[in-house]
Each structure stands twice: as C-alpha cells, then as structure tokens.
C-alpha cells in the first residue's frame, strides 16, 4: 500500500460547485496532516492544515477520519483561480518526523 | 513573512558536469529537504538534513547528490555528474516539527535543465 494515496482526477467542474477530494495514509501513527496547493510549475503551498476535530477556512474544509486513515477538503463555490494540483501531505511520528510524504496530487479544473 | 529562499531559478548544464543547487532555510528550522519534480509527475522525497547529518534518504539519492549545510545558513545539493533524467524542478524546504506549527515552507524551486 502507497504511504499517501490520492485520486490523481483531473476534476473539472464548473465555477460554483462543491467538490471533495480524499486522500488515504498508510501510518496509523502519523502525527500532522496538511493540504497544500500546487500552481503550475510552482512550488507547493500550503493551504491548510488538517486537525482531529476537522478544520474550516473560509470555502475550504478538511476533515481528519484517523479510523479509516484519511484526510478531506471540500472547496465550496469553486472560483476559477482554484484550479490547481491539491497535494495531500503527511508528517510520520514526530520521532522520525525526517520525511514529509506527498500524495501524487489532484488536479482540480474550474470552468466558467 | 519567512521564506525560503532557492538560487538559481534556472539552471541549465551539459551532461556529465556538476551542478551546485542552494537553498537558504528559514532561519528558525531545524529539518531541511530536498525534493524534485520531473515535469508533470508527483512531488518526489530526496533527502532530510537534520543535526547537520543526513536524517533519511530516498533510493533517488544516489552516490551522485551530496548535500551540505556549509555556514549555518546555507543548504546545498550537489550532483555531481549529471544525467538527462536529472531534468527537473528541485525544490528545498524547511520545517520545525517542535513547534506547533510543523508545516514545511517550500522555496520557489530550480528549475534543472540537463542537455
């Protein structure tokens, strides 16, 4: 099993949608959990990070399910400047906190 | 706000040369990483660079990189003799898991163009 696993989509939906995407992790013990967005041959940023009781900011909410070991974000009302790759990271136990895991990331298309 | 901070942003060597890629960190973090991304695929783990040792290193981290914190400030991936498939977009990155907030902060990338 993939240590961190995402849809690779593309989803393309129109502007003003809701979508989800989900991302599972192998690590029953990982500790930090975060979201980040990817532009087009940009670096990574960070979009959000991801809590126990589920986070909301603004349109963005990500969930945290450590039963079924998996992590959300549901955009609602999607705008046209959210098209991006949305990348699910995942930081093991802070005793070997050495390596942030990626998920090969979702691509994400809004349309007018 | 902090930022991590990559030079050059573009890169580009012939096969078989050396090439020096470097990162400043943010100046309060203690983990720092290499990774790469070879132009429309996933974000790929190199190396981690923790207590001015390497921390933790993928099977892409051959005998070919070398890292290296030279000054206190600087962070450095080497490689040093360079293949077509070394093509890619090297990105460094920093973090602090002993705060509260452990995210990474990612420089904008080198841009490696082998020909």
């Known amino acids: ?112 | 706000e902090p930022e991590v901070t990559q030079t050059p942003s573009h890169q580009v060597t012939q096969m078989g040369q050396e090439v020096i890629l470097r990162c400043v960190p943010i100046s309060n973090h203690l983990y720092f990483y290499w990774y790469r991304q070879i132009l429309g695929q996933k974000v790929e783990f190199l190396v981690s660079f923790y207590n001015n040792e390497i921390s933790e290193k993928s099977e892409i981290f051959d005998d070919q990189f070398s890292v290296e914190r030279p000054d206190g400030s600087n962070f450095t991936l080497k490689i040093r003799s360079t293949k077509l498939e070394d093509s890619a977009m090297y990105f460094c990155a920093s973090s602090n898991p002993r705060t509260e907030n452990t995210e990474a902060f990612f420089g904008q990338g080198t841009r490696l163009t082998v020909v």
């Open chain 1, 1 to 112: 099993r993939k240590e961190v696993e995402q849809d690779p989509g593309p989803f393309n939906v129109p502007e003003g949608a809701t979508v989800a995407f989900n991302c599972t992790y192998s690590n029953s013990a990982s500790q930090s959990f975060f979201w980040y967005r990817q532009d087009c041959r940009k670096e990574p940023k960070l979009l959000m990070s991801v809590y126990s009781s589920g986070n909301e900011d603004g349109r963005f909410t990500a969930q945290l399910n450590r039963a079924s070991q998996y992590i959300s974000l549901l955009i609602r009302d999607s705008k046209l400047s959210d098209s991006a790759t949305y990348l699910c990271v995942v930081i093991p136990p802070y005793s070997s906190a050495s390596k942030i895991i990626f998920g090969s990331g979702t691509r994400l298309s809004i349309r007018p």
